[in-house]
């Protein structure tokens, strides 16, 4: 299984760029955030004509969670399945190949210590929850924009981002809380090393000066992430003429190794939005 994930920054206005993508890469799955759209205003029929399927959790103009599938996703859970709504389109999750695929947009946080930063720690607090409801043991991979760079190595200029919210100690903190429960980040796997990034500002040539931070992950299951082949940050698609400013991150898995019955896909909440 070839799974990627990408932040496109406006499904519309990097349509071209998606379809050319799907066509010169063609991942078996594809997680997208930050759609900013409605399901009606995703390309879907050129994404079919494509052979991709699509499951999509879309919010007019801002938000906005999808998942392309060459094979037909099953069990799809659209938000949290908990009792809160907060109006926010940030994840959705099918079951595909055998395996519990979620995009997840996690909030920006805008400032240390606003109402939106205290909202992305809620909503870190939420994911965990929503994974306390599964099994570590089943094959699960949650892939998105974390808007939260691990460790140092994977900003740029550490001092300078921790105070804030992409680097803060808290959102470190509540990243890490979500991955005790059970998850690697499969990148991790396969580089050691610093400076390989997937976001740069569009602004103060970020990009030319490689002045990024790695905020875009795939995390995944010990019985998933054991079966990680390799693991890329497509930097090329970052270059070009109305780029988003994240690149897409791809990760293969051999799955010919069927799973135990251990390892059977994990099942959401009795709340789950399904279709």
């Known amino acids: ?38 399901e009606e205003d995703f390309p879907t029929v050129e994404t079919t004509a494509l052979g991709y399927h699509a499951a999509i ?32 389109a940030r994840l959705i999750s099918a079951e595909i190949g055998g395996v519990r695929v979620a995009s997840a ?9 606003s109402d939106k930063w205290a909202f992305k720690l809620a909503w870190l607090k939420r994911l965990r929850a929503w994974l306390d409801r599964r099994s570590p043991l089943a094959p699960l991979a949650v892939c998105g924009d974390f808007n939260v760079a691990p460790d140092e190595r994977d900003v740029k200029h550490p001092a300078l981002w921790e105070p804030s919210v992409l680097f803060h100690p808290e959102a470190r903190q509540g990243l890490q809380h979500v991955m005790a429960w059970g998850l690697e980040d499969v990148f991790r796997r396969h580089h050691q090393e610093g400076g390989l990034y997937s976001w740069w500002d569009y602004r103060m040539l970020a990009f030319p000066k490689n002045d990024g931070l790695r905020i875009d992950l795939v995390l995944a299951t010990p019985s998933l992430a054991e079966r990680s082949t390799a693991a890329s940050i497509d930097r090329e698609e970052r270059k070009g003429v109305q780029p988003s400013d994240h690149a897409p991150v ?6 010919s190794r069927p799973f135990s019955g251990s390892d059977a896909p994990g099942i959401g909440g009795s709340h789950a939005a399904s279709s």
Not at 4 to 28: C, F, G, I, M, Q
Not at 105 to 113: C, K
Not at 250 to 255: A, K, M, S
Request: glycine content about 12%.
């Open 1 to 38: 299984m070839k799974l990627a994930t990408w932040n496109v920054n406006s499904v519309r206005a990097r349509k071209d760029r998606l379809l050319r993508w799907l066509e010169t890469h063609r991942p078996d799955v594809l997680c997208l955030q930050e759609i900013k759209g409605n």
């Open 57 to 88: 959790h879309g919010q007019k103009g801002w938000n906005g969670v999808a998942i392309l599938s060459l094979t037909q996703p099953q069990r799809i859970e659209r938000g949290f399945g908990d009792d809160t709504d907060d109006g926010h």
């Open 250 to 255: 791809i990760t293969e898995f051999d799955l």
């Open 105 to 113: 947009y996690v909030p920006n946080g805008q400032g240390v210590g």
